[in-house]
């Protein structure tokens, strides 16, 4: 079949052409996409030097099945989760599927990883090509490994399912899974962009006493308050380490700082503010994935404070997806509002400058 699809280039842009899409095979599971969710590393992987079908975010409608597939069936609902764990490796043995080192597109180390479809199984102007983190959810339709899906267990709007897929997790995961935030404990977050707004909703769904949130945009701090932020501080752009931030922060918490602080902005020159921003034996968490060299003054870490840097919340599909979509059920996790704007994709240009300016707090393709 053919269908349309968001094509980076590997050169800095990206184009919407029409690509070839083969029946599933093996453990492969044919995906109807009905919404791609739009992040940072969409825009990022315009330059990651090799042509792939964008997208990692996605939900959709399952069309046909491979003979080995047993956890879904046609017309089934499901939404795409880019940890793929293999279930036998170290790390999964482990209890560490996120990490896994088969089959993870961030991990294994390969060039496509083994949670990735037969290349053969989409096409472009004759040629396999592959798809960004072994999903190309920006696409009309999509092979995935039956690995790569978790169905949905609640009734729920197709762009508020694709966004759980990385953003959701990944935030309130970070709190819940990694850092285990406990009830009343103070919880700061710098950075309230789509990821930051889920560590706030992980932090508020967590019990925690006190939420700071941390920006530079006060539109932004005007949706944290939205979403469970009990106290807001408009930071300064030329204020480089935040040191005026961090100064209110502990005047807030009894001069001692956070139990927790969670860093969400990909600013390298920030990966340290957590650590400045929590009490001594409090927990510092880089949720944003700055990989970039950086210098640390080691002052920062005393005493006995702990500074993690989970990759997706630490999830594991099967458990906390379903977990995520029963919070939404109740109404304690909110998703719908989450979605600002939607987009065709057609206006993928339009909804990554939208992003890149702060307008959305997630902004979602809809086929």
Not at 37 to 42: A, E, M, P, S, V
Not at 174 to 187: I, T
Not at 209 to 237: C, K, Q
Request: aromatic content about 6%.
């Amino acid at each position: 079949m053919k269908v349309e699809a968001a094509i980076a280039t590997g050169a800095g842009s990206f184009q919407i052409d029409f690509i070839d899409v083969g029946e599933p095979q093996g453990d492969e599971v044919l995906v109807d996409i009905k919404a791609a969710g739009i992040c940072h590393t969409d825009f990022d992987s315009l330059s990651w030097g090799k042509p792939i079908v964008m997208g990692h975010e996605g939900a959709g409608v399952v069309r046909s099945v491979g003979p080995l597939v047993r956890k879904v069936q046609p017309g089934d609902s499901v939404i795409l989760n880019w940890a793929i764990p293999c279930g036998y490796c170290f790390q999964c043995l482990e209890g560490n599927q996120h990490i896994c080192e088969v089959n993870s597109p961030v991990t294994s180390g390969n060039k496509a990883s083994g949670g990735h479809a037969a290349l053969e199984r989409t096409t472009y102007k004759g040629q396999p090509i592959e798809r960004s983190f072994s999903l190309g959810t920006m696409s009309g339709a999509t092979v995935v490994r039956e690995a790569a899906i978790v169905k949905t267990n609640v009734p729920i709007p197709f762009p508020s399912a694709a966004i759980v897929g990385c953003g959701v997790m990944t935030g309130v995961g970070s709190v819940m899974n990694a850092a285990q935030v406990k009830p009343g404990r103070s919880v700061v977050v710098v950075g309230t962009g789509g990821v930051g707004l889920n560590v706030i909703q992980g932090a508020r769904i967590s019990g925690a006493g006190m939420i700071i949130a941390v920006d530079v945009n006060p539109n932004r701090l005007e949706m944290a308050i939205r979403y469970g932020a009990t106290h807001t501080i408009l930071a300064d752009r030329a204020d480089k380490g935040l040191s005026k931030a961090v100064s209110e922060v502990k005047q807030l918490t009894g001069g001692r700082g956070a139990d927790y602080a969670f860093e969400c902005t990909a600013i390298p020159e920030l990966g340290a503010v957590p650590l400045a921003m929590v009490r001594n034996a409090g927990v510092a968490c880089q949720v944003s994935g700055i990989e970039q060299e950086i210098s640390i003054d080691m002052n920062l870490f005393e005493w006995d404070k702990i500074y993690i840097n989970p990759l997706y919340g630490k999830c594991r599909p099967e458990i906390d997806i379903p977990i995520l979509l029963n919070l939404y059920q109740k109404g304690d996790l909110i998703l719908d509002d989450l979605v600002t704007r939607t987009y065709s994709l057609h206006q993928l240009d339009i909804a990554f400058d939208d992003m890149l300016k702060g307008r959305n707090a997630k902004g979602v393709l809809v086929f």
